[in-house]
């Protein structure tokens, strides 16, 4: 199974693509998505959405994971990333890929095996469970990648199956 990973945002869209086999996962491809500060947000939206179908149409994922939206202080930053969002959605949607969401606490317990982990926990056993050298870059590819680990993890299991058939 390969799983395209997304850390959304509108400035920078982290992704990860991994393959999972027989209980073993394999790094792909991550790196980031980005836009500038100064470009039209419209723009931005067209660019995050033709750079996912890139990948997309590239790794030809089996899933999308994606972070549930996670509203902190910004209403206008979390507006923005819900629009960018959107555009991702509907990118794997036109691919007919299923997407799922995970939540922050979600990934660090399946990643970690700790809901309250720190980031820096959550990027280190992101690097150890791929064999990489080093934490990858940047931080949202980690956290995309973190993602894509979180849905391996949990696709075939009897939570993940239960959640689906409540949708």
């Known amino acids: 199974m390969i799983v395209l990973g997304i850390d959304p945002g509108y400035a920078i869209v982290g992704y990860g693509v991994i393959r999972y086999e027989a209980g073993r996962t394999v790094p ?82 399946a990643v970690t095996g700790y809901g309250r982990a720190e980031k820096k926990q959550v990027m280190e056993m992101t690097r150890r469970l791929l064999g990489l050298k080093e934490i990858p870059r940047p931080d949202d590819a980690a956290d995309a990648l973190a993602i894509a680990i979180s849905h391996a993890n949990t696709a075939g299991t009897a939570l993940r199956q239960k959640m689906m058939q409540q949708r």
């Open 28 to 109: 792909l491809a991550y790196g980031a998505a980005t836009t500038g500060a100064q470009t039209k947000f419209e723009r931005r939206l067209q660019l995050i959405y033709d750079d996912i179908c890139a990948i997309i149409a590239k790794w030809k994922p089996d899933a999308v994971a994606i972070e549930e939206l996670f509203y902190r202080t910004n209403q206008k930053t979390v507006i923005g990333v819900a629009q960018a969002r959107g555009v991702i959605v509907l990118a794997a949607q036109q691919g007919g890929i299923p997407v799922y969401e995970y939540t922050p606490l979600q990934v660090k317990v």
